[in-house]
T-cell receptor
Framework: EPEVTQTPSHQVTQMGQEVILRCVPI?????FYWYRQILGQKVEFLVS????????KSEIFDDQFSVERPDGSNFTLKIRSTKLEDSAMYFC????????????FGSGTQLSVL | RKEVEQDPGPFNVPEGATVAFNCTYS??????FFWYRQDCRKEPKLLMS???SGNEDGRFTAQLNRASQYISLLIRDSKLSDSATYLC???????????FGRGTSLIVHP
């Protein structure tokens, strides 16, 4: 069964450093998402991406965040200058036909900012 | 009013029990509904999709009541492996973004 893959599974960084989280969505999917989940809290939407541009973003997704689809397979989330409160599990998801259809999630990247 | 409201639980049930969760939603334009389950520190995984009045898949049954704007999930013959958080996600399509609440926590004990 096709799956969304994310790397790395764990990322430890120092406050103020830049991190790039990587995702490979399912190959024929057209819609891509990033969510995050702080320990003990709910899954929060960050950004959606379609047709090579951001389609929606939340208040969390400020100027410190950016997304990119550098080639036909990867979808990345960059955090320019990490803060302690960015520590969370970051999930990438994709769907075939947008939000009418189910989301397939990757197994996540646990980001720890020290 | 929140988009989705679910009883956070936890629902603590013995193996073999039948348990039901309700989810009320505020957007009457919601067209499709999804139940996800999330294990501790894991990604949400789709459990069931509901596009009409309901859906059944083995031990799991989802029922939709559009008039009252709620959707339920029934789990029969609970297994230990059913222990997880169950998340209800309505969708209206278009640019609507799937948002997740805190879900309902289920603990199945021996």
């Amino acid at each position: 069964e096709p799956e969304v893959t994310q790397t790395p599974s764990h990322q430890v960084t120092q406050m103020g450093q830049e991190v790039i989280l990587r995702c490979v969505p399912i190959s024929n999917h057209l819609y891509f998402y990033w969510y995050r989940q702080i320990l003990g809290q709910k899954v929060e939407f960050l950004v959606s991406f379609y047709n090579n541009e951001i389609s929606e973003k939340s208040e969390i997704f400020d100027d410190q965040f950016s997304v990119e689809r550098p080639d036909g397979s990867n979808f990345t989330l960059k955090i320019r200058s990490t803060k302690l409160e960015d520590s969370a599990m970051y999930f990438c998801a994709s769907s075939l036909q947008g939000t009418r259809e189910k989301l397939f999630f990757g197994s996540g990247t646990q980001l720890s900012v020290l | 009013r929140k988009e989705v409201e679910q009883d956070p639980g936890p629902f603590n049930v013995p193996e073999g029990a039948t348990v039901a969760f309700n989810c009320t939603y505020s957007n009457s334009a919601s067209q499709s509904f999804f139940w996800y389950r999330q294990d501790c520190r894991k990604e949400p995984k789709l459990l069931m999709s509901v596009y009409s009045s309901g859906n059944e898949d083995g031990r799991f049954t989802a029922q939709l009541n559009r008039a009252s704007q709620y959707i339920s999930l029934l789990i029969r013959d609970s297994k230990l492996s059913d222990s997880a958080t169950y998340l209800c996600v309505p969708s209206t399509g278009g640019s609507y973004i799937p948002t997740f609440g805190r879900g309902t926590s289920l603990i199945v004990h021996p």
